[in-house]
């Protein structure tokens, strides 16, 4: 079992930038994939990002491509997200998540076993 503790969240304005950072403890963390999702008011929550268990294998959702970058250090037990060109509509709780079932967990959050408890990013116009 891993734990999950999502930090870098805030205020910014559009066109600014922030990196998520997400701080496994409690397990391997070389054995997990590792994903970014995040949950706007009034939405469902929704695909960011993943990346594979050896950071081989990246994938964004269309709205953040380009803008945003997704990477691991299993050395330290983090993963990262980093936000670029922040945009109003970007505002919502950003969660981590990790799956040990699958090599990518992809868009498909039943592939994430394990859930962060969110921070919030906001972004204003």
């Known amino acids: 079992q891993v734990q999950l503790v999502e930090s870098g969240g805030g205020l910014v304005q559009a066109g600014g930038s922030l990196r998520l950072s997400c701080a496994a403890s409690g397990s391997t963390f070389s054995i997990y994939a590792l994903g970014w999702f995040r949950q706007a008011p009034g939405k469902e929550r929704e695909f960011v990002a993943a990346?594979?268990?050896?950071?081989?294998?990246?994938g964004y959702a269309d709205s953040v491509k380009g803008r945003f970058t997704i990477s691991r250090d299993n050395a330290k037990n983090t993963v990262y997200l980093q936000m670029n060109n922040l945009k109003p509509e970007d505002t919502a709780v950003y969660y981590c998540?990790?799956?040990?079932?699958?090599?990518?967990?992809?868009?498909?959050?039943?592939?994430?076993?394990?859930w962060g408890q969110g921070t919030q990013v906001t972004v204003s116009s």
């Open positions: 990346c594979s268990k050896s950071g081989s294998s990246t």
């Open positions: 998540a990790a799956g040990h079932r699958a090599y990518y967990g992809g868009s498909n959050q039943q592939n994430y076993d394990y």
